[in-house]
Structure formats: C-alpha cells, structure tokens
C-alpha cells in the first residue's frame, strides 16, 4: 500500500514541477527567479519523500497499539474506520512482536507513561524498578520500559522480567549473616571465630511480573515480584512486592513511602549499608504532582511496635498506623527527597496499655558527577524509627520498657554515601560507606546495639545488559553499649543474567 501510495505522490509532484515551470515561466522574465521557483520545488519534494520514508519506517507503525493504549480510550485508535476485534487482535500481535524485538526508543511515552527525568543508572540489585512513583514514570535503570508485549484484543500491556544471581562468598572469620553482609551480627572480639567460611547461594534470584493500561482515572500499574530469600538455610519463595497503582493512588504491599529506593548505592552485597531506610510493607499512598518533577506522597501503613520486652505477659501492639509525609524533586542532574514519618508506639501488660510518641526525619539524593559517574546518599534521625533502618529492623529497638513500666523510644542517627565511577561503558565501581549510632539511654544491657559502620568497593562488568558479573570487597565493624567490638571482612563474586535487559 505504501509502494503504490509513494508511486503516487512522486507522479503527482512531478507533474506539478513540470506544470509550474511553464506557468512560472510565463510570469517571470528573469532566469534567476525562475530558477528559485524550481529548487524551491525541488525541496518541497525532498520533503515529500522524508515524510513518506518516516512513515513506512518500522518505528513509525510499531507504536500502533501503544499509542492506542496512551489515549485512554475504548475502540480504535481512528474512530472512523473501526475494526473488528479480529483484526485488532492480528493488529495487536504484529504489534507486539514488534515492540517485543526493537523496544521503544529512549525518551518516548509507553502506554501514556511520559519518559523518566532522572538520569539512566545501572544496578545489580535493581530496587529502583519496583518503586512507585507519581503517575506510574519509568524508573532510572529502566527508562526504556523494554520488553512490553500487547495483550491481543485488549489495551494492556504486560512484561515478565527478574534474573539469576549466583553469590560466591568468602568470609574471614564470624558474621552471624552467612548470605548477606548484616553489620549488626559480627560478633565482638570476644566470641569471635576466626575460621574462614565460603558459602556459594542464588538466593537473590528473582521473578516478576508486570502489567500497565489505561483507565479513566489514569494508568494502571501492577506488579508483583519475588524471590528466594525466605530462609536462611533452603530455597524458599519470599514475596518482595505485591500492590496496584491507578494514576497516583497506591494500595498493597511495597516500599514505604519513607524510603528512597533511588538512593540506594548499587552494590554486590545485597544488604547494602546499615543505616539505609529499607522496609516493605502493606500501605495506601496518594501522591500529589506540583509541576516541574516536584511532587508530595501522603501514606498511611501498616505499624510495627517494635519493643524490647522484659517480661512474659508484656504484649507489643500497635495503636495507630504510620503516618508518612515525603516531598520529592527530581530533574535532569538527579533527584532530592525530604520525608517524615510520625508513629504511635504502645504495649499491653495486665490489660494496662503504655504508649509513646516517636518518628523521624529522612533526607536523600542523587547527582550526577563528571558525564556519567554519580552520588548517592542518604542522612536520616529518629526516635523510635529503628524498624525502618535495615541494620536494626526486626531486632526490637524501636523502644526499651523501663523499670517503671515507661515506653522509651530510642534515638538512632545513620548517614551513608555511594560514589559510582563508570570507567568506561562496560566497566564500572562503587565505593560505599554507611555509619549508624543508637542512643539507648541506658535501657539496654550491655550487650546491646551501639554502633556499626560499612565499607564496600566493587568492580563490575556489563559486556551487556543481560550479563553482569563482579568482584566486591567488604569491611564491617559493630560495637556493642559496654564498649566491646569486632570487625569483619568478606569478598564476594557475583556472577548475574538478566532476563529483559
């Protein structure tokens, strides 16, 4: 069809050339003018057959379907030539096929989705894709979206994606995490064991699933993702994120809106830093676009009154949801996040309830550096706010029961850096360093959490994006409230394959 069209236009122009030289002819007597008249022509035509060349460009009919899904629209994408859901279906399919082998071009909408503001940035652990953000927007390490396929007669778009990781561990003396690098369970000098340990796992390996379409109240997004971290001593299957989006309205069980998955240094280890904001959780997030990539994100989540016990019949509970406030902007250099969280702390003993007031602040970022090298960091205070700090989550220390029966919540500071260097387009490193202080107030025994401190400095390897493969060094050090510390050491050799990149 396009053959005979261009045949066509090409015929008509050239008649029209040959006609407006004689009548250009006629009306001019000088030869310069008639010679403008003719290359004026000759560009007018040049332009006809840019147009057409454009046009029966595969990237020019690829987007059919998406462009379909981005109107939010039932029926077809031209309203006075509708098709039969057969003919969609085929229409979808060779569309599919298409985006599935090319992939939309960087910077171009995908099911409605405008392209990210942040600067593309590679990851191995990759928490940034499983991020909410406002209005559904791609994430840094996936700015194409690649790898969507049409469902047939529908306005869906859906993408099965995740990797292999294989681990290789070798550890100096005693960390009481074989798998992960946790900086909170290097044993002090004391019960130290200085034997080496090698331990070899793909734990990390994940799977996930992904669907987006339109709705009259905005793009849908789903996703679900896991992996197999469930157990410290077998394989099992662990829920990592489970929840929908429709425009900026969030429901279901993800990051909270307290943290920054943006801001996560990008390391082999996959624990990271012990004094980064990490937590999942189930949540409702309403986000508010101001314009110019700044936003506000409202959450209300599911609380955990993480509480130091000390006796049988003391019950920890939870009086009020987590409240959470984070102000967002991002733009061409990176992104800056401000967010708050407010929580209400309580136990049971002898039916009698105590409660306490705690929170905390979080400020995080990103910049790029020197072309493609980048800064990541992160600084956040608290009382009460251990939960949501990775090294000191899931231990009880949000807050100690003092010998009066007083709820005390305890003061955490934490702040961490991660510098990455692109030597070049396949070569890249990361130099880490995490610090993380807990103020007791006395309410701890001796043997309690003081302080811990993590170093990492890696070198990877892409030769593409499907292969990923690296050398990490790691140091640790913990100290406990009487005084006591050790220190830990551990290379690890990641070896990963992508499945969509």
Do not use: C
Not at 235 to 247: C, F, K, V
Not at 392 to 411: K, N, Q, V, W, Y
């Amino acid at each position: 069809m396009w053959g005979h069209l261009r045949g066509g236009v090409v015929v008509a122009t050239g008649l029209a050339l040959g006609l407006a030289v004689p009548l250009a002819a006629q009306g001019q007597d000088s030869p310069e003018a008639l010679r403008a008249e003719i290359d004026g022509l000759k560009r007018q035509l040049q332009s006809l057959e840019r147009r057409l060349e454009a046009m029966e460009s595969p990237s020019a009919t690829s987007p059919a379907v998406p462009a379909t899904v981005a109107t939010g629209e039932t029926g077809t994408a031209n309203d006075a030539t509708p098709t039969t859901d057969a003919a969609r279906a085929l229409d979808a399919t060779a569309t599919a096929t298409a985006t599935a082998a090319a992939g939309p071009p960087q910077g171009v909408e995908v099911a409605g989705v405008p392209a990210s503001v942040l600067p593309p940035r590679e990851s191995v652990a990759d928490p940034s894709l499983a991020a909410s953000r406002p209005g559904n927007a791609p994430s840094p390490t996936d700015p194409e979206m690649a790898g969507f396929i049409a469902l047939p007669g529908t306005q869906t778009l859906i993408r099965f994606g995740g990797y292999t990781k294989l681990d290789m561990i070798q550890d100096g003396g005693s960390i009481g995490s074989r798998d992960w690098f946790v900086t909170s369970t290097i044993a002090v000098d004391d019960g130290r064991d200085e034997a080496p340990n090698f331990n070899l796992h793909a734990k990390q390996t994940r799977v996930n699933f992904e669907a987006r379409r339109p709705t009259t109240h905005g793009n849908l997004r789903f996703f679900l993702e896991g992996d197999f971290t469930g157990s410290s001593d077998s394989y099992e299957p662990h829920l990592r994120h489970a929840y929908g989006q429709i425009g900026n309205t969030y429901a279901g069980y993800g990051y909270s809106a307290f943290m920054d998955a943006d801001a996560l240094p990008d390391t082999l280890d996959f624990e990271g830093p012990g004094s980064t904001i990490f937590l999942r959780t189930a949540a409702v997030h309403q986000a508010f676009p101001l314009g110019e990539g700044a936003s506000i994100t409202l959450s209300v989540e599911d609380a955990d009154s993480q509480v130091g016990r000390t006796a049988s019949d003391q019950e920890a509970v939870n009086a009020l949801p987590d409240l959470v406030v984070a102000g967002r902007l991002e733009r061409h250099w990176g992104h800056l996040q401000l967010a708050g969280v407010a929580r209400r702390l309580a136990y049971l003993e002898d039916g009698r309830r105590r409660h306490a007031n705690a929170g905390g602040l979080s400020f995080t970022g990103s910049h790029t550096l020197a072309g493609r090298d980048l800064l990541l960091y992160g600084l956040n205070w608290g009382r009460g706010l251990s939960r949501y700090i990775s090294d000191l989550g899931g231990s009880d220390l949000d807050a100690a029961i003092e010998a009066d029966g007083a709820l005390r919540p305890m003061d955490t500071f934490g702040g961490y850096f991660g510098y990455t260097h692109y030597w070049n387009p396949s070569w890249r490193s990361n130099l880490v360093y995490g610090y993380l202080d807990l103020d007791d107030g006395g309410a701890l025994g001796p043997g309690g959490f003081r302080q811990s401190q993590y170093a990492a400095l890696n070198m990877i390897w892409s030769p593409n994006p499907s292969w990923t493969m690296g050398m990490e060094l790691l140091y640790g050090r913990y100290e406990q409230q009487d005084g006591q510390e050790g220190d830990a050491a551990r290379v690890q050799g990641t070896l990963q394959y992508n499945f969509i990149k």
